[in-house]
């Protein structure tokens, strides 16, 4: 039986997005209110969630996904370690630790590779889930989730619902 946190997390409404930069439609949350914005990152864009002032735990989420890259099947375990590797090696001044070893996952139709990291920044420690994966077309998708330590669980409800229900833009 869901609890009533579950069922009120489920009733949250969210605002279908387009994001012509970064070539996603995005699922934002709505109430409360998250704030986006889109970054530029070498050939793409990166789109940025982050969880309102007051909002606990607080929470930011890049996601990117270069389009004209296309991964198959069979090379995705290969392509998602050198991600993941890449992303720990530029987090490095943050001390990453691996605290849960890269495992498949899914998200909706989109499959790929997680891990989870422990940071440190500024004397505060922050939990990371890294994630480099595969759309149904083949199209890349990486996430990078950070929020306070031990609270990657509490943001897995909202983070499935957002990367479950990313879409590619027509013509992208």
Do not use: C
């Not at 996603?24 to 990166?46: G, S, Y």
């Amino acid at each position: 039986m869901p609890s009533q946190a579950e069922e009120q997390r489920a009733k949250r409404p969210f605002a279908v997005t387009d994001v012509p930069e970064a070539g996603l439609q995005i699922f934002v949350p709505a109430r409360p209110q998250w704030n986006w914005e889109t970054q530029r990152r070498r050939d793409t864009h990166a789109i940025i969630l982050s969880t309102p002032e007051d909002y606990y735990p607080p929470t930011s989420i890049d996601i990117v996904s270069v389009p004209d890259i296309t991964i198959k099947k069979e090379l995705l375990p290969l392509i998602a370690l050198k991600s993941l590797a890449t992303v720990r090696k530029s987090a490095s001044a943050m001390n990453p630790e691996v605290m849960r070893k890269m495992e498949k996952v899914t998200y909706g139709d989109i499959v790929g590779y997680e891990e989870l990291l422990s940071l440190r920044s500024e004397g505060v420690d922050y939990e990371a889930l890294s994630f480099a994966g595969m759309m149904p077309s083949g199209r890349s998708v990486a996430f990078f989730a950070v929020t306070a330590q031990g609270k990657s669980e509490h943001i897995h409800p909202m983070l499935t619902k957002i990367i479950s229900n990313l879409k590619p833009l027509p013509n992208n």
